[in-house]
């Protein structure tokens, strides 16, 4: 069974960054790249949001209050999918959850799995 394996999360100033790094470990049912990987991030009190991930169609979303300061990176080879942060603000201050979505067929390999989050915390 696949897990994630997430690292890169601390503290840093406002105007920062930090690269966020999520590592598939594990047997795969099919090949890695039939997987879709999103980062996801939490607050207490509020609901999980989506930060940035990649479409069905291979385009990659962001969450509006993360365009232009996040980008998302995957390394095939390496079953890697890194979160780089830049700008950043007290407000993404948050438990950041890397999460891996089957395709839809085969059977075998429908699913999602997720990873046990790395807390990112920005200070003003």
């Known amino acids: 069974r696949p897990r994630l394996e997430e690292s890169g999360g601390g503290s840093v100033q406002a105007g920062g960054a930090l690269s966020l790094s999520c590592v598939v470990a594990g047997y795969l049912m099919c090949e890695f790249k039939m997987y879709r990987l999103s980062w996801y991030r939490q607050v207490p009190g509020k609901e999980r949001e989506i930060v940035s991930g990649?479409?069905?169609?291979?385009?990659?979303y962001y969450a509006d209050s993360v365009k232009g300061r996040f980008t998302l990176l995957q390394d095939d080879d390496k079953k890697t999918v890194a979160l780089q942060m830049t700008s950043l603000k007290p407000e993404d201050t948050a438990m950041y959850y890397c999460?891996?979505?089957?395709?839809?067929?085969?059977?075998?390999?429908?699913?999602?799995?997720w990873g046990q989050g790395t807390q990112v915390i920005v200070s003003s």
């Open positions: 990649f479409n069905r169609d291979g385009t990659t």
């Open positions: 999460q891996m979505e089957g395709p839809r067929r085969p059977l075998a390999c429908v699913g999602s799995t």
